[in-house]
């Protein structure tokens, strides 16, 4: 059975640093896009960041706060989250594509999702 179990949400203040990982189980994704994905209340869910081999793509409202990477042997991927924003509450989701992408529609796999509130 194929998993993707986000951990490390929670709740920061404004400026913070928050550290979500992605464990993946049942499967091998050394092939897979990894990525992240958010979605506030009220809205549709948004890219956040993606990689495969080396290097994130990252969407323009976290360029230069996130950092996403990844640990191929491991089957994790984190997302480094620096200099939050009151705007990057949301709920937190990490997918798994053969493709790489932003659109949420090319990824297979998906995780339960985790909680991030920051509060200004």
């Known amino acids: 059975q194929v998993q993707l179990v986000e951990s490390g949400g929670g709740l920061v203040q404004a400026g913070g640093s928050l550290r979500l990982s992605c464990a993946a189980s049942?499967?091998?994704?050394?092939?897979?896009?990894m990525g992240w994905f958010r979605q506030a209340p009220g809205k549709e869910r948004e890219f956040v960041a993606v990689?495969?081999?080396?290097?994130?793509v990252y969407a323009d409202s976290v360029k230069g706060r996130f950092t996403i990477s990844r640990d191929v042997a491991k089957n994790t991927v984190t997302l480094q989250m620096n200099s939050v924003k009151p705007e990057d509450t949301a709920v937190y989701y990490c997918?798994?594509?053969?493709?790489?992408?932003?659109?949420?529609?090319?990824?297979?796999?998906w995780g339960q999702g985790t909680q991030v509130t920051v509060s200004s």
């Open positions: 990689i495969r081999w080396s290097g994130g």
């Open positions: 997918a798994a594509a053969r493709v790489i992408g932003s659109s949420p529609d090319k990824y297979d796999y």
């Open positions: 049942g499967r091998t994704f050394s092939s897979y896009a």
